[in-house]
């Protein structure tokens, strides 16, 4: 991540703790926070999967390059550091992302992750400065159509260093209209604004919902009843288990997190078939053909 993204999301904790800290502290929490996102080569997250059973994982380029400056790497860097990991293990899926206001040579780029370099899907990260339904975008949803590739885009708050316009559920209808054979999934949309997130899930076939930050709402005592809300209206198919590594890794692993959300199913909140299409069946549903003999993985 870049050191502007990290500065404002490291603000932003600081600022929701319950009691002031002196420098001293506020130092020692940033480098806390910067040696939990310290894991280029994916050894500690293959090793926390391991531990939490979980088969694969979905990892998500974003192109931060026209939203702040002096990036260390350019987006094609970024795609070919992905692409290593892919040729290193088959336990990771990526989704490519490139700003779409790159023009000509930014599509070039997807088209090439996703037509050569193994890329399953795309990634969109509207707090950069673009909307999802922008018509600059069609073109890799056109792309997308073709390969049957998803579309996860980012929905609700971020670092407190990007504006968070375009990043409500009602931004991705448009797209969602216009290209009905594209899977548009919500990511985050099952917790943030999940209200609106889910009228748009329940009336467009082809609108799903990310669980991935759960753990906000396990902090406010609201993930039993966000599931339930969700379950009781039929959107049980719709939603798809993340766990937005490495965000949340301050709070707890990856086993953690799979354990908060299968406890669900002894409550009687969620039967186990329903468990299962959450934790991996529903997204391997709309994941491109070539990627679907990987069975009942958790994220």
């Known amino acids: 991540m870049p050191q502007q993204f990290f500065d404002g999301w490291s603000r932003t904790v600081k600022s929701n703790l319950p009691f002031r800290l002196d420098p001293v502290q506020e130092q020692r929490i940033d480098e806390l926070l910067f040696e939990l996102l310290e894991d280029p080569d994916c050894v500690s997250l293959l090793r926390e999967m391991d531990t939490a059973g979980i088969d694969q994982a979905v990892l998500l380029v974003i192109d931060f390059g026209l939203a702040y400056k002096n990036i260390e790497l350019t987006i094609e860097e970024i795609h070919l550091a992905h692409k290593k990991l892919l040729n290193q293990s088959d336990r990771f899926l990526a989704f490519s992302n490139v700003d779409p206001r790159r023009g000509r040579e930014g599509l070039d780029l997807f088209e090439k992750a996703v037509r050569e370099w193994g890329f399953s899907g795309m990634k969109l990260y509207p707090p950069c400065g673009y909307s999802p339904d922008a018509r600059i975008l069609f073109p890799y949803y056109e792309i997308c159509r073709e390969l049957h590739l998803p579309v996860l ?147």
């Open 153 to 299: 885009t980012h929905i609700g708050p971020t670092t407190a260093t990007l504006p968070f316009r375009h990043t409500q559920p009602q931004y991705v209808d448009d797209a969602a209209f216009h290209f009905p054979e594209v899977n548009f999934i919500l990511g985050h949309a099952a917790v943030t604004h999940y209200q609106d997130a889910a009228l748009l899930a329940q009336y467009r076939p082809n609108v799903f919902l990310d669980l991935s930050g759960f753990q906000t709402a396990i902090n406010r005592n609201e993930f039993k009843k966000i599931i339930h809300w969700h379950l009781s209206r039929g959107l049980g198919r719709k939603l798809l288990f993340g766990t937005d590594w490495p965000i949340h890794r301050f709070w707890g692993n990856q086993r953690d997190w799979v354990e908060k959300f299968t406890a669900l199913e002894p409550e009687s909140l969620s039967p186990k078939e329903e468990m299962d299409d959450i934790l991996g069946n529903n997204l391997l549903g709309i994941l491109p053909r070539t990627e679907r003999k990987y069975a009942n993985y958790g994220a």
